[in-house]
């Protein structure tokens, strides 16, 4: 059956019948990332359930989630979503629970509960998820060029967090750009990178700032003297000029040979463009 088919059908008997009436204890449920909950909707039941006249029906975005009719479980439906499970035990204390095991970020949202009983009536309930920042990859990088450092902090989590930076009691925010994509599961994966001028011993914090309640996760990172990743970055900076140098005189060498010019504008020649290209190394390195 359509779900506004039952919607309709369902609501107009809630018209005729309106003594009956679902509740929910809880509006909105806020569960941890990979933690379970149960939401719950109840409904009066007099002195003993009569299964039969019973009808449960939970959907999300137009889907069914669950279907239970006359004491039985639509198993089809039950089944496309092995996490969610209807608790029928408690159906006789007047409680339809639905429960979600290893909560994620796709189950956010608002669910509705329709349950006919005599009477008809349904409720909504909202849920939303928390994903904390826990885990900070942090990096140091040096430019070697202009002796820059660039201080990157990685981390996934939900919802969306702010990345606060410090040094000190200084807020470097306004100085550090910020990639956001969706990563694992539905989770954003947030790339925040600072470049700064500093020298050895400065201490920088990253924090992961949740928008409403404005909790945080930190990571601490102290320059070292030299990191490793900038020796690093030194070796592949020297090979790569070192190979365009070697590039350059080779192709010079190879023109040089195929053009019949005198042999001091070669000498010439040569001369300005290997001084070109040896100019940057004596830039003095960090
Ligand atoms: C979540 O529910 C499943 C199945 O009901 C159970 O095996 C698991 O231990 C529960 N996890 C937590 C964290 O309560
Ligand atoms: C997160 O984003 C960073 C940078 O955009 C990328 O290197 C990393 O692989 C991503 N991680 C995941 C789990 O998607
Ligand atoms: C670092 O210092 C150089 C030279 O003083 C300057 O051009 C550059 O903008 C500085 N970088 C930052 C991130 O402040
Ligand atoms: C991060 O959280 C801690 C403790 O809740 C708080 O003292 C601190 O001010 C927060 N930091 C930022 C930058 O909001």
Redesign the pocket.
């Known amino acids: 059956m359509e779900i506004w088919l039952v919607f309709v059908f369902m609501f107009s008997w809630h018209l005729l019948i309106n003594a009956f009436s679902v509740s929910v204890p809880k509006e909105k449920y806020k569960a941890c990332y990979g933690s379970n909950v149960t939401m719950e909707c109840s409904f009066p039941v007099g002195e003993k359930l009569d299964l039969g006249a019973l009808t449960v029906y939970w959907d999300k975005k137009g889907k069914f989630l669950v279907k239970f009719v006359q004491g039985e479980e639509d198993l089809k439906i039950q089944n496309s979503n092995p996490r969610l499970r209807h608790l029928t035990d408690q159906l006789f204390k007047g409680k339809s629970l639905l429960h979600i095991t290893n909560v994620k970020v796709e189950d956010v949202g608002a669910y509705r509960c329709l349950i006919g009983y005599g009477g008809a009536d349904y409720k909504w309930i909202t849920l939303t998820v928390n994903a904390p920042y826990s885990k900070i990859n942090h990096r140091v990088n040096v430019d070697p060029v ?4 660039k201080i990157t902090c990685q981390s996934e989590g939900y919802p969306k967090a702010k990345v606060i930076w410090k040094n000190g009691e200084q807020d470097l925010s306004s ?1 550090a750009t910020v990639t956001y994509s969706v990563g694992q599961e539905k989770l954003f994966n947030i790339t925040s990178t600072l ?3 500093t020298t050895a011993n400065e201490v920088f914090q990253c924090f992961f700032q949740e928008k409403d309640t404005g909790k945080n996760t930190s990571a601490q990172i102290v320059i070292q003297e030299k990191t490793e990743s900038s020796n690093i970055d030194l070796r592949t900076y020297f090979g790569t000029l070192g190979a365009v140098i070697f590039f350059g005189l080779t192709l010079m060498f190879l023109c040089c040979r195929k053009k019949d010019v005198r042999m001091i504008d070669i000498e010439k020649k040569c001369l300005s463009r290997q001084q070109q290209q040896q100019f940057p190394r004596q830039r003095t390195p960090i």
């Open positions: 202009t002796s820059e450092y100085k470049r700064v001028n």
